[in-house]
């Protein structure tokens, strides 16, 4: 405690509230009249009036005052407390309702912390859960398409060894089925013609016109084929083995890798022969991709079957030829008409999402919209507070003399306007932001309202141009020269 200014107008600084004893306390007596010692003593209160608000008195007077007041201090023990007083009840009042403060304050703390940790626990069980379930449910559905992709080795082995051991066709309907490419010839052409008008992202070179572009190549393969007739049985048929060979060793890895896989999907927390291998998810052994993966097996089978397609030619001279030309023009067909399903699928899936992300957007922007019109009100709602809080300021200015005091209401003023000050700043900046986000937003509507249109003409060139001009694609008898 610091005594502060001369002898005569002397205050006392008052400690912080942190270090006021505790109460001991809780009787109504304790909140009663702030003031008693100057009820009881009206002189005290008379003595500091006089010498408190009368500091510019001379040296001379002062010192006879203080005289004066040591005097009727020792003769009157009244004056004597009120002279040697530190601190009010009002100041004892407040410090127990800090202590009050900070105890309730700290225990909210305590208790907060308690409820999160608590909550973070759980919450990192159960993600711990649902990841091992996940990955069990990811090697799941790897066993599946192990399964299905030998399912699909399989068969395509059992078809390679039929084809190796029959080779043997008859030569007929050459010219017919010749003259009978021409037709699928030209509607492929037409496709890749068509679809050479779709508009901006939806240009792309995908499975469809590469399927397209394939089958021109087939087509024309065949023909070239046709117009040649030449056979190389030999050759062919150790083309055909080296490709069962590539199929009956992915069948292989693929037993070995379903053993594994199927060992991984049955492991538990509680299973044996699990243990730490540290480091050991640093370390990728892995030679391929899924889509690789995939594509190996798919290119083996799309091999195997060009392989198959090709042996028709070696059954006989032209029955082969037939045979193999037809199989593939409709194996190639099947596959460009799925790739379009998809393809069709496809486009009107993301028109679908396109249109709803649309109506997404337009909601948001109108909620953006809405959010702005929120944030201008609020800063025109500040300005009142923050003309009242600097209006006092500026109106206290105007006290005269020693009562320019910076008081307490002095403080929480200045306080005041700074936090109105800065809850405008923040208010303003989260007005430049969702500007800026409803700018973005209105870019986002132009940009789905383009690609909209965009895939209604790819559907459009899709399944009214192309699909409908597939339809007159010939018969398995017409390729193979029946009438």
Not at 373 to 393: G, M
Request: aromatic share 6%; hydrophobic share 35%; proline share 3%.
């Amino acid at each position: 405690m610091d005594l502060i200014g001369s002898t005569l107008t002397a205050t006392y600084a008052r400690p912080k509230t942190s270090h006021f004893l505790p109460a001991i306390s809780t009787m109504a007596s304790s909140y009663r009249n702030t003031q008693p010692a100057l009820a009881m003593n009206p002189s005290a209160n008379l003595w500091r009036t006089n010498n408190y608000y009368k500091s510019t008195a001379p040296p001379s007077i002062q010192r006879e005052n203080f005289d004066l007041v040591r005097a009727k201090t020792m003769f009157y023990p009244s004056n004597r407390t009120a002279l040697s007083t530190r601190y009010t009840p009002d100041d004892w009042y407040k410090s127990n309702q800090s202590n009050y403060r900070e105890s309730e304050s700290s225990r909210n703390s305590a208790e907060r912390l308690r409820r999160e940790t608590i909550r973070l626990m759980q919450d990192r069980e159960q993600v711990t859960r649902r990841t091992q379930e996940n990955t069990s449910k990811n090697i799941g559905e790897r066993l599946n398409d192990i399964v299905f992709w030998k399912s699909e080795l399989s068969h395509e082995i059992d078809n390679m060894v039929t084809e190796i051991a029959a080779l043997s066709e008859v030569k007929r309907r050459l010219e017919r089925a010749l003259a009978e490419t021409a037709g699928p010839l030209q509607v492929s052409q037409e496709c890749l013609y068509h679809r050479e008008k779709r508009m901006s992202i939806d240009l792309v070179h995908d499975v469809v016109e590469k399927g397209l572009i394939k089958e021109v190549e087939v087509i024309k393969s065949c023909q070239e084929r046709m117009r040649r007739l030449v056979e190389r049985a030999i050759a062919q048929l150790a083309s055909n083995r080296a490709a069962q060979h590539e199929l009956e060793r992915d069948m292989s890895d693929k037993v070995t890798a379903q053993r594994i896989d199927d060992r991984c999907h049955h492991l538990r927390n509680t299973s044996d022969g699990i243990g730490y291998y540290r480091g050991i998810e640093r370390l990728d052994p892995s030679l391929s991709l899924p889509d690789s993966w995939s594509k190996f097996t798919d290119d083996n089978i799309l091999l195997s079957q060009s392989e198959r397609a090709a042996s028709h030619k070696l059954r006989d001279e032209i029955e082969i030829l037939l045979n193999t030309t037809s199989n593939d023009m409709w194996n190639q067909f099947n596959n460009v008409n799925i790739a379009f399903t998809n393809r069709i699928s496809e486009t009107a899936d993301a028109k679908n999402s396109l249109q709803t992300h649309l109506a997404k957007t337009l909601q948001e922007i109108f909620q953006t919209e809405m959010l702005i019109e929120t944030l201008k009100r609020a800063l025109r709602d500040k300005e009142c507070p923050l003309k009242v809080a600097q209006t006092r300021l500026e109106e206290r200015t105007r006290r005269p003399n020693v009562e320019l005091c910076r008081d307490n209401p002095h403080h929480r003023l200045v306080s005041e306007v700074r936090e109105i000050e800065d809850t405008i700043q923040k208010l303003q900046e989260r007005l430049a932001e969702a500007e800026n986000t409803l700018q973005n937003l209105v870019k986002t509507k132009v940009t789905l309202e383009h690609d909209l249109s965009v895939k209604a003409n790819s559907l459009f060139l899709e399944q009214e141009k192309c699909m409908s001009m597939r339809k007159s694609f010939p018969s398995m008898p017409r390729l193979v020269g029946y009438t």
